[in-house]
């Protein structure tokens, strides 16, 4: 059973920026690879949104609502995703979530808190 495990979320300035990490424990490298990863938010009374994901083929995909502030990047041999926050805004406040994808089997992580706030 594949575990991701998210790490980087706290307190910003509106401005700021931070990064988010994803870790895909227990993940067997070669299978990783072939992982489409994913981040994913939730602000309070919201859906789940997409922000970004990496494509096993390396193609990254950015919503609209965060392209040319945020950037997804995914480095294989440590197994892990990053999502890079920059110029944060008021709006950006929800949790975030890492999902790994192959198939039509998902896996997610236990979502870390990203406030932005002044």
């Known amino acids: 059973q594949v575990q991701l495990v998210e790490s980087g979320g706290g307190l910003v300035q509106p401005g700021g920026s931070l990064s988010l990490s994803c870790t895909a424990s227990?993940?067997?490298?070669?299978?990783?690879?072939?992982?489409?990863m994913g981040w994913y938010r939730q602000a309070p009374g919201k859906q789940r949104e997409l922000v970004a994901t990496?494509?096993?083929?390396?193609?990254?995909n950015v919503a609209d609502a965060v392209k040319g502030r945020f950037t997804i990047s995914k480095n294989n041999s440590k197994k892990t995703v990053y999502l890079q926050m920059s110029s944060l805004r008021p709006e950006d406040t929800a949790v975030y979530y890492c999902?790994?994808?192959?198939?039509?089997?998902?896996?997610w992580g236990q979502g870390t808190q990203v406030t932005v706030s002044s």
């Open positions: 227990r993940a067997i490298l070669s299978t990783f690879i072939q992982y489409t």
């Open positions: 990496f494509t096993d083929d390396g193609d990254t």
């Open positions: 999902r790994g994808s192959i198939g039509e089997t998902h896996y």
